[in-house]
């Protein structure tokens, strides 16, 4: 087998593989590691994103969505069905087909763009050396240029221990074979609430308990009040400023102890999910000889460009800086690939956008408007509710709003802020303007189709002047 590369990937996430891609794409001999494994010991390349994250998480969230709409929305249209029902194995089999198809999918595109996979876990030594092990069988291999892209785990509690039954990760959460009837979710966090919300959906009381005072502190302060409150009137129970102290076993059911400031409580569940965030998959990524220095918070330390310490030493992904997001990853994974390549490329960190599954969806881009405030920067507002948009109102799903903050004095869009009906497609217009330098003035002057909740976008561009039309508002 060929033992020297161009490049050599560790990592088949979403940065791992897509690097690996476009290197190949442009012509470098290269080879990709990575270590995951299916139930049937399998290479299942994709990482987290396919295997246990993005996709398996909106495989039951749209299943799940599904189930309310048919239990509690079609009579409202008209529609009656009699008695709805669901089948969580028939649930959780389509989402691993669908993870199936989608990792398959990655592992013809590998092969197909002439990728030398390899299969075990990757280790960097020195002189860009890498030891691949596959159950003990070692092979050594090399190459000009390394991208390191090990992605992140779960962070452990180590008061509430996972024992993958009672007391499960994300990775768990997403394999519940039954509803359970009172379900904690440690960590009010994006896997909290989408996981939350999936349970609860099908039927589980979900209590959350966060250790931060505030909610979703990074989302625009106005959409995170309005999520708050939508998601209690759906049923979750939050429980902010909560120190999870222990957690006990008996008789299959599992008391969770707690603190809000000096007062204790204990509260009884089924199921407990921990999500409290998840921490970078570095502990056996590399060698002290190979030189690689990491950050104070355990991440590859690395610039603008993801070049590590080490000159022809890459990092991608959740193993570094900024959000731990799949498109984030991804991107960073093509910048570096043509980097390596001689080529110009960048990442636009200030375009990323973020989005929550739930229902309502939250999404933004840009700055929140607690950070324009902070940094001093002058503003101007527009905002606009989907309960005044004809789509939305004709879809059923009218709760929400869309926010445009803008620069006081050069009107360029400094950020946008959803929550409400498909608002993660929405939210691509708002980064295209963004990328594109746009104004809230460019916005206002572009057409949008009717009806189409895109108008909403548009109505609080108009708004940011204090022009929207569907609106009586106030200079
Ligand atoms: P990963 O996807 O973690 O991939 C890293 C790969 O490298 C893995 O296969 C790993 O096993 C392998 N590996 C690690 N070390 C080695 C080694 N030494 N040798 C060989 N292989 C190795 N993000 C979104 O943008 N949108 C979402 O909707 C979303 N939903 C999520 C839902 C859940 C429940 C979770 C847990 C995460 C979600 N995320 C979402 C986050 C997203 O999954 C990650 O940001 C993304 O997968 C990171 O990509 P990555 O390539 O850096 O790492
Ligand atoms: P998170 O960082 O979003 O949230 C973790 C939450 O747990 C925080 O609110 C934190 O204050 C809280 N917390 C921490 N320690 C705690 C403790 N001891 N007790 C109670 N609460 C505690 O992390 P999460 O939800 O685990 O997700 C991990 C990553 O996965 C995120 O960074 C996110 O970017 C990514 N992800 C993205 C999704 C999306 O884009 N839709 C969906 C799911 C995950």
Known sequence: ?????????????????????????????????????????????????????????KALLESSALYVQASQELEGHGITTGPVSFDVSTMMRRKRQLVKGLTSGVRS??????????????????????????????????????????????????AIPIDDDIV??????????????????????????????????????????EYAPSFLPFADKQISKTALATYKKQGLEFNFGAEVTKASITSGKITLHYSNGDSRHQAEFEKIIVAVGRIPNTSDLFSDAAGIRLDNQGRIEVNEQCSTNVEGIYAIGDAVRGPMLAHKGSEEGMMVAELIAGQ????????????????????????????????????????????ANGRAMASGSATGMIRIHAHRDTDRVLGVHMIGPHVSELI????????????????????????????????????????????????
């Open 344 to 387: 110009y490329a960048r990442v636009d960190y200030g375009t990323i956008p973020f989005v929550v599954y739930t229902d309502p969806e939250l999404a933004w881009c840009g700055k929140t408007e607690q950070a324009l405030i902070e940094q001093d920067i002058p503003y101007s507002t527009g905002q606009f509710s989907f309960a």
């Open 1 to 57: 087998m060929e033992k020297n590369f161009d490049v050599i990937v560790i990592g088949a996430g979403p940065a791992g593989y897509v690097a690996s891609i476009r290197c190949a794409q442009l012509g470098m001999k290269t080879a990709c590691i990575d270590n995951w494994l299916d139930e049937k010991g399998q290479p299942s390349p994709g990482g987290t994103c396919l295997n246990v994250g993005c996709i398996p998480s």
């Open 168 to 209: 499960v990760d994300s990775s768990g959460a997403l394999s519940f074979a039954e509803v359970p009837n009172r379900l904690a979710v440690i960590g009010a966090g994006v896997i909290g609430l989408e996981m939350g919300s999936v349970w609860s959906r099908l039927g589980s009381k979900v209590s959350i308990y």
């Open 109 to 158: 595109l590998l092969t197909g763009n002439n990728i030398t996979l390899f299969t075990g876990n990757g280790r960097l030594l020195a002189d860009k050396q890498v030891e691949v092990n596959r159950d003990g069988n070692i092979t050594v291999i090399h190459a000009k240029n390394i991208i390191l892209a090990p992605g992140s785990t779960n962070r452990a509690l180590p």
């Open 428 to 475: 691509g217009q708002a980064v295209i303007a963004m990328e594109f330098g746009s104004s809230s003035e460019d916005l206002a002057m572009t057409m949008f189709a009717h009806p189409s909740l895109s108008e909403v976008l548009h109505e609080a561009a108009l708004d940011v002047t204090k022009r929207a039309i569907h609106k009586v508002s106030r200079k």
